[in-house]
């Protein structure tokens, strides 16, 4: 059974950090793409930045590049999203999701609608 559980979500100050883990199980992690996806209240959802574990490249989005960094631990079938220098507009339910190799990556982050596997989603505010 396919799984990708979110987690490392909370409350946290602008200006700070968090680490976002999103662990998966029923598929090689190497055989997909891993792309973090949040959504704000009102808003739509929004690509954040992606991986491909098989050779780690990486993709981010132009509102969270130089303060996110995403990575992964095929070992831990594990793919993490460090975000530092938190502003209040990051505040939103973050999800990761597993997508196919075919595509680029930012073709698969910002325009492609047909992601196979979502996690649950973990909350993140920033505020003061």
């Known amino acids: 059974q396919v799984q990708l559980v979110e987690s490392g979500g909370g409350l946290v100050q602008p200006g700070g950090s968090l680490r976002l883990s999103c662990t998966t199980s029923g598929f090689t992690l190497d055989d997909y793409a891993i792309g973090w996806f949040r959504q704000a209240p009102g808003k739509e959802r929004e690509g954040v930045s992606c991986?491909?574990?098989?050779?780690?490249?990486?993709y981010y989005s132009d509102s969270v590049k130089g303060r996110f960094t995403i990575s992964r631990d095929n070992a831990k079938s594990t793919v993490y999203l460090q975000m530092s220098v938190l502003k209040p507009e990051d505040t939103a339910v973050y999800y990761c999701a597993a997508g196919p190799l075919d595509y680029g990556l930012g073709y698969l982050l910002l325009y492609y609608n047909g992601m196979e596997y979502w996690g649950k989603g973990t909350l993140v505010t920033v505020s003061s």
């Open positions: 991986i491909r574990p098989r050779d780690n490249s990486t």
